[in-house]
């Protein structure tokens, strides 16, 4: 890969257009994101618009975007990411400024190709779309518009079905697992290929419990608003959350995808009612958190009470937490995060976090 120190965002990044998942029945998984967490189902491609080939369902919740996917016959390419990786984070898409301009600048870049630029057309017009590949078999799609005028992508047909919005707002951060020793060659392709940056590290002194340890570095384009932590596994007593992760995904994938919401409190209350099963820490985590993050806006009772987690830093603090896995596989999951300033990732928050995975990777037998 050419190593090149030009302006900051050389492949025209708008945002994440979408996250598509490989999924085995995308039918109960748009059911299960619709009644779990709220989005709202937009548009459909399937056998009844002419698709012969995929079902795909775009949910939406405010700006946050899925596309739920899976293949209608037994030649599909998609059995074997099924077969191999279970459900999972298929495509991180990019929405970028010119198709053809980024993904010439990017392949410029070293990045290896998934797909040539091509249009992709139907009644309400044309989308240009490319794609490269990224950790595992990820890829970035990077789609642009001419004059499309469609519902969201050539070949989807509206098909709304409204779910109960539970205040999310968009995608924060989007995690990759890689396999031990891959991390600073993975952060490369994204500061070579993309221009984006180191934001922040994390060594096993940061991460690390008893038993396991992992290392991440986030990266991040120069606004902030596309930040991709990678994390490999570090050297431990026992097999850390990155190694089960690995195993069970069957390589290097998105290990999860944070969304941001403005009042966590409403946020995960709608979510557990709902069903959504979240990570568990101990009382004592709530006994020290006035000590550790000082005052925060939030009700102390409350937040004890949702089991949400709090961390400050110098700019100020946010309030996370995380769902189990949402795979029988102990692969993807999802963190709902808020923000107070904070731009940080709750490294205050990793230790008790970690033991709670530990717990339940000790549940799988897997620890
Ligand atoms: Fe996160």
């Given at each position: 890969?050419?190593?090149?120190?030009?302006?900051?965002?050389?492949?025209?990044?708008?945002?994440?257009?979408?996250?598509?998942?490989?999924?085995?029945?995308?039918?109960?998984?748009?059911?299960?994101?619709?009644?779990?967490?709220?989005?709202?189902?937009?548009?459909?491609?399937?056998?009844?618009?002419?698709?012969?080939?995929?079902?795909?369902y775009?949910?939406?919740?405010?700006?946050?975007?899925?596309?739920?996917?899976?293949?209608?016959?037994?030649?599909?390419?998609?059995?074997?990411?099924?077969?191999?990786?279970?459900?999972?984070?298929?495509?991180?898409?990019?929405?970028?400024e010119?198709?053809?301009?980024?993904?010439?600048?990017?392949?410029?870049?070293?990045?290896?190709?998934?797909?040539?630029?091509?249009?992709?057309?139907?009644?309400?017009?044309?989308?240009r779309?490319?794609a490269?590949?990224?950790?595992?078999?990820t890829?970035?799609?990077?789609?642009?518009?001419?004059?499309?005028?469609?519902?969201?992508?050539?070949?989807?047909?509206?098909?709304?079905?409204?779910?109960?919005?539970?205040?999310?707002?968009?995608?924060?951060?989007?995690v990759?697992?890689?396999?031990?020793?891959?991390?600073?060659?993975?952060?490369?392709?994204?500061?070579?290929?993309?221009?984006?940056?180191?934001?922040?590290?994390?060594?096993?002194?940061?991460?690390?419990?008893?038993?396991?340890?992992?290392?991440?570095?986030?990266?991040?384009?120069?606004?902030?608003s596309?930040?991709?932590?990678l994390?490999?596994?570090?050297?431990?007593?026992?097999?850390?959350?990155?190694?089960?992760?690995?195993?069970?995904?069957?390589?290097?994938?998105?290990?999860?995808?944070?969304?941001?919401?403005?009042?966590?409190?409403?946020?995960?209350?709608?979510?557990?009612?709902?069903?959504?099963?979240?990570?568990?820490?101990?009382?004592?985590?709530?006994?020290?958190?006035?000590e550790?993050?000082?005052?925060?806006?939030?009700?102390?009772?409350?937040?004890?009470?949702?089991?949400?987690?709090?961390?400050?830093?110098?700019?100020?603090?946010?309030?996370?937490?995380?769902?189990?896995?949402v795979?029988?596989?102990?692969?993807?999951?999802f963190?709902?995060?808020?923000?107070?300033?904070?731009?940080?990732?709750?490294?205050?928050?990793?230790?008790?976090?970690?033991?709670?995975?530990?717990?339940?990777?000790?549940?799988?037998?897997?620890?």
């Amino acid at each position: 890969m050419k190593n090149n120190t030009s302006p900051t965002n050389p492949l025209g990044l708008k945002n994440i257009h979408h996250v598509e998942f490989w999924v085995g029945n995308a039918k109960q998984a748009a059911f299960f994101y619709r009644h779990a967490f709220g989005f709202s189902q937009l548009a459909y491609s399937g056998l009844e618009t002419g698709n012969r080939e995929t079902s795909s369902y775009l949910l939406q919740q405010s700006k946050a975007r899925i596309l739920l996917t899976t293949p209608l016959n037994s030649n599909s390419p998609i059995n074997d990411h099924l077969v191999k990786h279970g459900d999972g984070i298929r495509d991180i898409a990019f929405h970028v400024e010119d198709t053809d301009a980024a993904f010439e600048e990017a392949v410029r870049r070293g990045a290896f190709v998934a797909q040539e630029p091509r249009d992709i057309t139907d009644e309400h017009g044309t989308v240009r779309h490319a794609a490269v590949k990224t950790y595992g078999d990820t890829i970035h799609s990077l789609i642009s518009y001419k004059d499309y005028r469609g519902a969201f992508l050539p070949g989807f047909q509206p098909k709304e079905v409204a779910g109960k919005d539970v205040g999310i707002v968009r995608v924060d951060h989007i995690v990759g697992n890689v396999e031990l020793g891959k991390m600073n060659y993975w952060c490369d392709y994204y500061a070579q290929v993309f221009g984006f940056e180191r934001f922040i590290s994390f060594d096993d002194k940061d991460i690390s419990t008893e038993y396991s340890a992992l290392m991440s570095i986030v990266m991040s384009d120069n606004s902030h608003s596309i930040k991709f932590p990678l994390n490999e596994p570090a050297t431990g007593k026992r097999k850390s959350q990155i190694e089960e992760y690995l195993d069970f995904y069957g390589g290097p994938g998105a290990q999860h995808v944070a969304l941001l919401c403005k009042d966590i409190l409403a946020t995960v209350r709608n979510l557990r009612d709902n069903g959504v099963e979240f990570l568990t820490v101990p009382d004592s985590y709530y006994e020290m958190l006035p000590e550790r993050v000082g005052k925060i806006d939030e009700d102390a009772a409350l937040i004890r009470n949702l089991g949400i987690l709090v961390d400050r830093d110098e700019e100020g603090y946010l309030l996370q937490l995380f769902t189990k896995p949402v795979e029988d596989r102990p692969t993807l999951f999802f963190e709902i995060i808020q923000r107070h300033g904070s731009r940080g990732f709750g490294k205050g928050n990793f230790r008790a976090l970690f033991e709670s995975i530990e717990a339940e990777q000790a549940k799988r037998g897997n620890l």
